[in-house]
């Protein structure tokens, strides 16, 4: 069982790259934001190598990616 490379204690970010997946090697990271109203919980598979100096850009990048595909998908479907 593989372990956590690293963490961010403080923006509830973790992650683990080299995952086997599929005959492949996937990179994951896990977000946890706190929020005043609900807790939520983000994970993200990607092919980039995540580390301290750019797990928060790639957290930043999926959600705003996650945001316009549901935000979009939503808009289009209640047309």
């Not at 100096?53 to 595909?69: A, F, I, P, T, Y």
């Amino acid at each position: 069982m593989k372990k956590l490379e690293g963490t961010l204690g403080t923006d509830g970010i973790c992650w683990m790259n080299e995952i086997a997946y599929n005959e492949r090697k996937v990179n994951g990271l896990e977000a946890i934001p706190e929020t005043k109203r609900e807790e939520s919980q983000f994970i993200f598979i990607t092919n980039i190598k995540v580390n301290k100096k750019n797990v928060q850009v790639l957290v930043g990048v999926n959600r705003s990616r996650w945001k316009v595909e549901n935000e979009g998908f939503n808009r289009q479907k209640n047309i």
